[in-house]
């Protein structure tokens, strides 16, 4: 159920940003969301498909694998993602710190959250894909929350 409901968000979208939290599910193979992960990044590798995520979702990504002094698994997270086709990271520049502020500001979003929304509106994303329903709060991006997904409810 969730796989279909999945596909026909992802069809609805020109540009898609995504939460660190799927990067982290599909390398650890999350056993409750690796078949969302897996069709998202499936989706991601056809060419008319665009995906956007912020370079602080690699800071989240590579956290633990410093933590365990895993270099290997740094360069293996560098060499799978900074790559992957259709997908932009976005470095947070000056107008996406303001905007970020704005949405912390009005929403009450933690400043990794606000920096992606700012980053998915700044890139020209028509959705998010996420597990944080607080994404919800912010205006003319459709939200996919992959736990709304299996459980089959829709929010937008």
Known sequence: ???????????RQSVVA???????????????????????????????SRGITSTISMTELLVQPYRED?????DDFYALFSTFPNLTWI??????????????????????DALLAATAIQGSATGLITNDAVFRRVPGIEIAVLDDLLKGQQHT
């Not at 995504?18 to 989706?43: G, M, R």
């Not at 895993?70 to 740094?74: K, P, W």
Request: aromatic share 10%; glycine share 4%; charged share 20%.
């Open 91 to 112: 470095p947070p520049s000056l107008e996406i710190a303001d905007l970020a502020a704005r949405i912390r500001g009005q929403y009450g979003f933690r400043t990794p």
């Open 70 to 74: 895993n270099l290997s698994q740094v």
């Open 1 to 11: 159920m969730g796989i279909a409901r999945l596909r026909e968000f992802l069809e």
């Open 18 to 48: 995504l939460d660190s939290c799927l990067l982290i599910y599909q390398v650890e193979a999350n056993p409750k969301y690796v078949s969302l992960t897996h069709e998202v990044f499936s989706w991601l590798q056809r060419p008319r």
